[in-house]
């Protein structure tokens, strides 16, 4: 009972602050608009319906710049997640298993992007990765030519892994941790080489901590605005600026809506993927 | 004896109406902009203004950006709902929404004698419901060590572009006024004249395929664009590009590129110029709340604000133009911004111009870039 009560407080800020404005978002990208609510009803070709109807998302599919948007959106997520990973796993392998002066300076380093503010990491990347940057500069003292990625697609995926790595390498290496020595040992003692080791130890023990790397990143990136909008080209762009233009610039706040709705139903199911990975985890 | 009387009631009440009159003054002041504008205010004009009428205080309340303009509006709107006093005697930022509602008074010559110094068609455009006071337009800035003959007219600033590839960009329209204005520019080759203030001014959804004209000229400049069709992300980013030397022309805002000048942010051979037809600009207005207990005090402010004084560290800090005709300035004033400061141009209304964003982003930077 007292337990009810304790959970009852964040239920209902859940409600007021998250359900509600959600569920009233859906009505309106279904064509039920708000007269009381003006940043809605002011929008410019608001689809009206009593009954409710799918025009909108006719509407949204129909364009080609919403779709080539959400393509890039996904093949940015679905890169992102593949090039974090591979980044990340060696690096919690290295914290786990590294030993002296080295793996101690590679545990702080991978950490530090997580203090650097995003929009403050963007710049930094900017000037290092950008038109007459400082790797512009630098491989142009050995001839080489170069072409910035910033304003590009691959601008986006390097910024997502350079923010991502520290939760990526946080989680793996605290799923590595938990696997005893003893239990390794035992393994190279059957004669079972690094990778034998790796392939049929490391990583399905630490299989949960992975899928929870890769859904949670996945939503990360599908959802994010500040590294498109700083690292991104003017066009086609992630779902989340494109909802920002349409919301204010565009004042089509009902498409903008809409796509925070595919959004969701994408990231829905990464996070049913989550859900799934975790209960099982916890019945073996 | 009751005549005494009188004359003594009559002296007294005279004598604290002067009381009152002399008593100060607290102007609350709702103001909006960027740092530079908080600044002038703060630093340069309030002062001024309080060293000469000591009796008269301000409470500046600033909003960055105009964020909190949507709240002050609402603020009022409550107050004149409520039948109460909201508050604010000064308005600067949203004065046509507030004047529209109903919350200004509107300023006649009669309360500011300096309202004939004003140009006519920039204050209509507020609808009489605040006075300009200051000013900037988008220009061209350009190269002049690497372009000896600037173009004068928009025509030749295509051919221009067309003929020197990599060389020019603007920013996307929705981040900032420079690139919004050269687009505008653009898409209003092809409207008809008879629309021309319904553009400006209204909305009619079917007017939009006037656009056409304009959007095929952008797109056949887009491969011939700085890196072969990058625009800047917005003002001060074109400033960059011109700083750098990465582009030889850009559109910019008369005031910030006055001001990078001076702070040496752009190097000396950047010049400025205005094109024909102009680009278009705005200014910037304050308004008196209609239910402000010190009107009286309010419209001197103004008027004193529309002066040579006031004027003159306006165009000096701001690198503004004057609110008052370039005419009614003294004559260094007129040589500063000599080769700009012709009339400017309106921009379209705010739901034609975010339908300009829309379809700017769908059919300019949505298509296939080029690529290199």
Same mark, same amino acid.
């Given at each position: 009972m007292l337990g009810l009560l304790l959970v009852l407080p964040p239920i209902f800020v859940l409600i007021l602050l998250v359900l509600y404005p959600a569920l009233e978002a859906l009505r309106f990208s279904l064509g039920f608009v708000p007269a009381d609510n003006p940043a809605y009803a002011s929008g410019l070709d608001l689809v009206n319906s009593d009954t409710g109807s799918l025009e909108v998302f006719k509407k949204l599919f129909a364009s080609s710049f919403f779709s080539s948007n959400l393509a890039l959106t996904l093949r940015v997520s679905f890169v992102s997640v593949a090039l974090l990973v591979l980044v990340s796993y060696p690096l919690a392998l290295f914290a786990r298993f590294g030993r002296g002066r080295l793996a101690g300076v590679a545990r702080v380093l991978y950490l530090l992007p997580m203090f650097v503010p995003v929009v403050i990491a963007t710049y930094a990347l900017i000037t290092f990765?950008?038109?007459?940057?400082?790797?512009?500069?630098?491989?142009?003292?050995?001839?080489?030519?170069?072409?910035?990625?910033?304003?590009?697609?691959?601008?986006?995926?390097?910024?997502?892994?350079?923010?991502?790595?520290?939760?990526?390498?946080?989680? +793996?290496?605290?799923?590595?941790?938990?696997?005893?020595?003893?239990?390794?040992?035992?393994?190279?003692?059957?004669?079972?080489?690094?990778?034998?080791?790796?392939?049929?130890?490391?990583?399905?023990?630490?299989?949960?901590?992975?899928?929870?790397?890769?859904?949670?990143?996945?939503?990360?990136?599908?959802?994010?605005?500040?590294?498109?909008?700083?690292?991104?080209?003017?066009?086609?762009?992630? +779902?989340?600026?494109?909802?920002? +233009?349409?919301?204010?610039?565009?004042?089509?706040?009902?498409?903008?809506v809409a796509m925070a709705v595919v959004s969701f139903v994408f990231c829905a199911f990464a996070g049913a993927l989550y859900v799934w990975s975790t209960t099982r985890g916890r019945k073996s | 004896m009751k005549r005494f009387a009188t004359v003594l009631v009559l002296g007294a009440l005279g004598l604290s109406a002067t009381i009152l009159a002399q008593g100060p003054v607290k102007l609350s002041f709702y103001s909006s902009g960027d740092v530079n504008v908080k600044n002038l205010w703060e630093q340069n004009l309030l002062p001024m203004y309080q060293k000469k009428n000591p009796n008269v205080q301000f409470d500046l309340i600033f909003s960055q950006s105009g964020t909190g303009n949507q709240a002050t509006l609402d603020r009022m709107a409550a107050a004149k709902k409520a039948g109460a006093a909201s508050g604010i005697d000064l308005l600067e930022g949203p004065v046509l929404e507030a004047g529209e509602a109903g919350l200004l008074v509107a300023v006649k010559s009669k309360d500011i004698s300096r309202l004939s110094r004003v140009e006519a068609n920039v204050l209509a455009r507020a609808k009489g419901f605040g006075v300009p006071y200051r000013g900037s337009s988008v220009v061209l800035a350009y190269n002049a060590s690497k372009v000896s003959k600037p173009p004068k007219t928009l025509e030749a600033l295509l051919e221009w572009i067309q003929k020197n590839p990599g060389q020019f960009t603007y920013n996307t329209p929705d981040t900032g006024g420079s690139g919004n204005a050269f687009v505008t520019r653009v898409l209003k080759l092809g409207l008809e004249t008879k629309d021309a203030t319904t553009f400006e001014s209204g909305y009619e959804p079917a007017l939009i395929n006037q656009w056409d004209k304009g959007f095929e000229t952008l797109k056949k400049l887009a491969p011939n664009l700085y890196n072969g069709g990058q625009y800047s992300k917005n003002n001060a980013e074109t400033i960059q590009?011109?700083?750098?030397?990465?582009?030889?022309?850009?559109?910019?805002?008369?005031?910030?590129?006055?001001?990078? +000048?001076?702070?040496?942010?752009?190097?000396?051979?950047?010049?400025?110029?205005?094109?024909?037809?102009?680009?278009s600009g705005g200014s910037s207005y304050l308004g008196v709340a209609a239910d402000s207990p010190n009107k009286l005090e309010a419209l001197k402010f103004l008027n004193w604000v529309l002066g040579e004084e006031a004027q003159a560290v306006i165009v000096d800090k701001m690198n503004g133009y004057p609110g008052v005709k370039i005419a009614a300035m003294p004559a260094d004033v007129r040589k500063k911004f000599g080769t700009i400061a012709k009339s400017f141009s309106f921009g379209f209304s705010s739901k034609f111009g975010a339908d300009m964003n829309r379809l700017w982003y769908e059919k300019i930077a949505g298509t296939p870039q080029p690529q290199r």
């Open positions: 990765f950008g038109d007459n940057g400082w790797l512009e500069a630098i491989l142009g003292t050995v001839g080489i030519p170069y072409h910035s990625v910033i304003r590009q697609e691959a601008g986006i995926v390097l910024g997502h892994v350079w923010v991502g790595v520290p939760f990526a390498v946080l989680m +793996l290496s605290s799923g590595l941790d938990g696997i005893s020595n003893e239990c390794l040992e035992a393994a190279r003692d059957q004669g079972a080489n690094a990778w034998v080791v790796f392939w049929r130890i490391l990583l399905p023990l630490n299989i949960v901590p992975l899928l929870i790397v890769m859904t949670f990143s996945f939503i990360g990136v599908f959802g994010s605005y500040t590294v498109p909008y700083m690292l991104g080209p003017s066009a086609p762009q992630m +779902l989340g600026v494109s909802m920002a +233009l349409n919301f204010g610039a565009f004042r089509q706040p009902q498409q903008a | 590009l011109l700083a750098k030397g990465a582009i030889n022309m850009g559109p910019v805002w008369s005031d910030q590129g006055l001001s990078a +000048l001076k702070q040496g942010i752009l190097p000396e051979n950047i010049k400025l110029v205005q094109i024909n037809p102009p680009f």
